[in-house]
């Protein structure tokens, strides 16, 4: 990736988000989002490829949000200690 350039801010053009996606809406023909295939539709004039709607994408960037939070929070020892003693 070159900085700057168009994929820099164009953040859900990332693979890992890309991957979970995949995943987690269109694993196999009766996932979630081929039930809702007829929905996706291109906003491009000329590009008539489907696309994704916005809240599947704000809910892969959320699951990797939370997922980046929980391996901080294993990764630092003290944190997870007062994590889970707050929980007592």
């Known amino acids: 990736m070159v900085k700057n350039s168009v994929t ?5 053009h990332n693979p890992g988000l890309i991957d979970l996606i995949k995943t987690a809406f269109f694993n ?7 039930k809702f295939k007829q929905y996706y539709v291109s906003s491009h ?4 490829e489907p696309e994704l ?11 990797v949000s ?3 939070i929980v391996v901080w929070i294993i990764t630092d ?3 997870m200690i007062q994590v889970l ?4």
Request: charged share 10%; net charge negative; with cysteine.
């Open 8 to 12: 820099d801010i164009q953040i859900y």
């Open 66 to 68: 939370n997922l980046s």
């Open 77 to 79: 020892s003290d944190m």
């Open 85 to 88: 003693c707050s929980a007592l």
């Open 28 to 34: 196999g023909l009766t996932g979630f989002g081929y």
């Open 45 to 48: 004039l000329e590009h008539k």
């Open 53 to 63: 709607t916005i809240p599947i994408v704000a809910l892969g960037a959320t699951a």
